[in-house]
């Protein structure tokens, strides 16, 4: 199902800035039970994001209203917002524009993630980096083509998701997932100053563990090699919402302390 600014559609105008430059960004919620699950943190994701690429401000309670009106009947799924700029604009130029739009979708929910939280995933690593930009770091806006690219080459393996670096060989990453390490005590997540998404899970897990006795945690820019002697890997995001990593190429890994930790605090 898909709606525009409030209607129930699937055409857009080709004149949309969404569709002439990506020029937008995006959120994506887990529905459960009829319910948008951190509903107000995507729309606070949304709002940050907004501001960030300087688009114009959304009418952020009727957007609210909109979204549990699309999930009221649906006992679990997937729910997308994208805000555009809008229509209008000379080129590049967004003088004259008249937005934003506001264009939602809904659709079910990716069965294969119940039988990951249980087994496990391979990562595999991508031949595509992230370009370095601190301007549009964290933001999950529309030019989505590096991740596109990823896929592709994913897609060609039998991995269940992939392992990004950026161009300076740090780690960033999966394709549509944030990472975790532990060593010992010690847990660790990529410094996303310059590439990557900040994304709600891992906001999320990032607060839950700088309230823990249990582990410290530091945010780190590593490079793969790192990984070799971690105890324990996990992959989040607003959907999965936690994956444990069983194997990355030939390294592999049986730990459990972070992921039964925060399965008591981030499902």
Same mark, same amino acid.
């Given at each position: 199902?898909?709606?525009?600014?409030?209607? *129930?559609?699937?055409?857009?105008?080709?004149?949309?800035?969404?569709?002439?430059?990506?020029?937008?960004?995006?959120?994506?919620?887990?529905?459960?039970?009829?319910?948008v699950q951190r509903l107000d943190a995507h729309l606070n994701r949304l709002?940050?994001?907004?501001?960030?690429?300087?688009?114009?401000?959304?009418?952020?309670?009727?957007?609210?209203?909109?979204?549990?009106?699309? *999930?009221?009947?649906?006992?679990?799924?997937?729910?997308?917002?994208?805000?555009?700029?809008?229509?209008?604009?000379?080129?590049?130029?967004?003088?004259?524009?008249?937005?934003?739009?506001?264009?939602?979708?809904?659709?079910?929910?990716?069965?294969?993630?119940?039988?990951?939280?249980?087994? +496990?995933?391979?990562?595999?690593?991508?031949?595509?980096?992230?370009?370095?930009?601190?301007?549009?770091?964290?933001?999950?806006?529309?030019?989505?083509?590096?991740?596109?690219?990823?896929?592709a080459h994913l897609d060609k393996t039998s991995c269940h998701e992939a392992?990004?670096?950026?161009?300076?060989?740090?780690?960033?990453?999966?394709?549509?997932?944030?990472?975790?390490?532990?060593?010992?005590?010690?847990?660790?997540?990529?410094?996303?100053?310059?590439?990557?998404?900040?994304?709600?899970?891992?906001?999320?897990?990032?607060?839950?563990?700088?309230?823990?006795?249990?582990?410290?945690?530091?945010?780190?820019?590593?490079?793969?090699?790192?990984?070799?002697?971690?105890?324990?890997?996990?992959?989040?995001?607003?959907?999965?919402?936690?994956?444990?990593?069983?194997?990355?190429?030939?390294?592999?890994?049986? +730990?459990?302390?972070?992921?039964?930790?925060?399965?008591?605090?981030?499902?």
């Amino acid at each position: 199902m898909y709606w525009i600014n409030g209607s *129930a559609q699937n055409m857009i105008s080709v004149a949309d800035r969404a569709v002439q430059f990506g020029d937008g960004c995006f959120t994506t919620a887990w529905v459960k039970q009829g319910q948008v699950q951190r509903l107000d943190a995507h729309l606070n994701r949304l709002q940050q994001a907004v501001a960030a690429l300087l688009m114009p401000e959304c009418d952020w309670q009727q957007l609210k209203a909109e979204m549990q009106e699309a *999930a009221i009947h649906c006992s679990e799924g997937v729910l997308k917002v994208i805000l555009s700029r809008g229509q209008g604009g000379r080129g590049y130029s967004s003088h004259g524009t008249v937005g934003p739009t506001r264009i939602m979708s809904l659709s079910d929910y990716p069965q294969h993630y119940h039988a990951c939280r249980e087994q +496990g995933i391979e990562l595999g690593l991508s031949p595509v980096t992230l370009a370095r930009s601190s301007l549009l770091a964290g933001i999950k806006h529309l030019n989505r083509l590096e991740q596109v690219m990823i896929r592709a080459h994913l897609d060609k393996t039998s991995c269940h998701e992939a392992l990004v670096t950026d161009t300076s060989g740090a780690i960033v990453e999966c394709c549509a997932a944030n990472l975790f390490w532990r060593k010992g005590a010690k847990v660790y997540t990529p410094d996303l100053t310059f590439a990557g998404v900040n994304g709600l899970m891992r906001q999320h897990i990032i607060e839950v563990l700088s309230q823990s006795a249990e582990f410290s945690l530091e945010i780190v820019a590593e490079k793969l090699a790192t990984l070799e002697n971690a105890e324990e890997i996990i992959v989040c995001n607003a959907l999965m919402p936690i994956l444990p990593v069983r194997k990355i190429e030939n390294w592999h890994y049986n +730990g459990s302390k972070l992921l039964s930790f925060l399965q008591a605090h981030c499902q």
